[in-house]
């Protein structure tokens, strides 16, 4: 069956770096176009970045420059690389193949 496992999330101070990786298995991953989302509290569940097959990459305005989407199909997994986090990026962050999604790592940034 397809699993999406994240880990990474954590508390960290504003202006500071983490970085979540999601495990996949269950489907051919590398052909597989790959995303990060995430949810705060009250709010919908919006694209954070997002990955293709061929490593073309595509990322929310509100992450550009701080993020960073990778892959490495031999693992099986993605990455969000995340510097110059702000207490606005506080979420759940989910990893999503197709219509399948992870449980979800937290992440708080304090100010």
């Known amino acids: 069956q397809v699993q999406l496992v994240e880990s990474g999330g954590g508390l960290v101070q504003a202006g500071g770096t983490l970085r979540l990786s999601c495990a996949a298995s269950?489907?051919?991953?590398?052909?597989?176009?790959m995303g990060w989302y995430r949810q705060a509290p009250g709010k919908q569940r919006d694209m954070v970045a997002r990955?293709?097959?061929?490593?073309?990459?595509d990322y929310a305005d509100s992450v550009k420059g701080r993020f960073t989407i990778s892959r490495d199909n031999a693992k099986n997994t993605v990455y969000l690389q995340m510097n110059s986090l702000k207490p606005e990026d506080t979420a759940v962050y989910y990893c999503?193949?197709?219509?399948?999604w992870g449980r979800g790592t937290q992440v708080t940034v304090s100010s």
């Open positions: 999503r193949w197709s219509v399948y």
């Open positions: 269950g489907f051919m991953f590398r052909p597989s176009a």
């Open positions: 990955i293709s097959s061929g490593f073309n990459t």
